[in-house]
C-alpha cells in the first residue's frame, strides 16, 4: 500500500480570505490550494504590513503607477521570483513570465511556474496585475 505524504509536507492552513466551515469552525485548505493561496498571499502582501514579520511580502505595489510595458514586466518578474522564493520554503520557483495583455493595456498577467519541492510536481499560477497608466485617459 502507497502512502501519499504529499499532503503532510505540504500542510493544511486558513482558507484565503478566512471563512467558516460548513460545521462553523474555520475553513481549511490543504494540498495545492492552500501552495496557491500561500503564494498569492505572498504577492498581495506589501512589506511591513504585518507588524511580526516587516519584510514579509512582495513590492507589486510599487509597479501600480508604472506603464505595462516589457521593462516594467521584467523588474516585475524578478521581484516577485525573489518574494515567492525567498517567504515560500514548500516550492522551488522556476521562473515568473510576465506578459502583457493583448486585450487590456493596462494589465500584465504573471505566470508563476513552481515545482512543490516533495513531489516534483510542476504548477503555475496565473495573477493579473493592473497598472494605472498617466496618460490622462479613463483606462
Known amino acids: 500500500m502507497t502512502v501519499d505524504t504529499t499532503h503532510d509536507f505540504v500542510g493544511t492552513g486558513w482558507a484565503f480570505p478566512p471563512a467558516a466551515s460548513s460545521g462553523g469552525g474555520i475553513a481549511l485548505v490543504t494540498h495545492t490550494t492552500e501552495l496557491e493561496q500561500a503564494i498569492k498571499i505572498i504577492v498581495m502582501t506589501y512589506p511591513g504590513e504585518r507588524p511580526m514579520r516587516p ?3 512582495c513590492r507589486l505595489r510599487d509597479f501600480v503607477f508604472r506603464p505595462a510595458d516589457n521593462s516594467t514586466a521584467n523588474e516585475l518578474a ?3 521570483k525573489s518574494a515567492v ?4 520554503p514548500r516550492v522551488d520557483v522556476e521562473q515568473v513570465i510576465v506578459t502583457p495583455d493583448p486585450d487590456q493595456r493596462n494589465r500584465l498577467n504573471l505566470e508563476i511556474v513552481y515545482v512543490i519541492k516533495h ?3 510542476q504548477r503555475n499560477l496565473v ?3 493592473y497598472t494605472i497608466p498617466d496618460d490622462g485617459s479613463d483606462y
Do not use: K, L, S, Y
Not at 522564493?85 to 515560500?88: K, N, P, S, V
Open 55 to 57: 519584510r514579509f511580502g
Open 78 to 80: 524578478i521581484e516577485v
Open 85 to 88: 522564493q525567498q517567504w515560500e
Open 119 to 121: 513531489t516534483n510536481d
Open 127 to 129: 495573477f493579473p496585475f
